[in-house]
């Protein structure tokens, strides 16, 4: 995490100081887990479903260069690159088992990227009907409070 990174941190932890959290958890990117334990001083549980979308071959390059096949670069080009359900589908399924063991009884803090983050925001919001769940996504150094009810990809219990 280079110098700016370290700053947004330590500002996203003069934001939520108010805030007791029972629990952190983070993508195990090194970048992530540094912003969760930086902003709460506490240890981030990673978690690989909280990961960032897999680029395949495409992540070594610049954005610029990149043959883009919607929101996501062309998979017929770069080896390698996540199914974007089985993307949605593995951080969904981390909300269902949080969502089943933890529900509005503490505090927990989501470290990830603005992938993961957006797909944090459909769990809760909706898959939109343009498929851009990263209208939802948290910037750098910023955060968003969601409360379990009954979000539209709940399981019934």
Known sequence: MNEIGI?????????LQSIKFDYVFSSPQTRAIQTAEIA???KAI???RLDVFDLGEADTL?????QMNGMIPDPT???????IHSFVARVFHFMQEFESNYNNECNILLSGHRCTTGCIGAY???IPKDN???QFSSTNGEYKIYTFQS???TESK
């Open 132 to 134: 851009n769940i990263l």
């Open 46 to 48: 990673p978690d690989p």
């Open 124 to 126: 809760f919001e909706g």
């Open 151 to 153: 979000s539209p990809y």
């Open 40 to 42: 709460t001083t506490i």
């Open 77 to 83: 080009i770069y080896k390698g690159i996540e199914d």
């Open 62 to 66: 610049k954005k610029h260069d990149v």
């Open 7 to 15: 700053k947004q941190a330590e500002q996203l932890g003069v934001l």
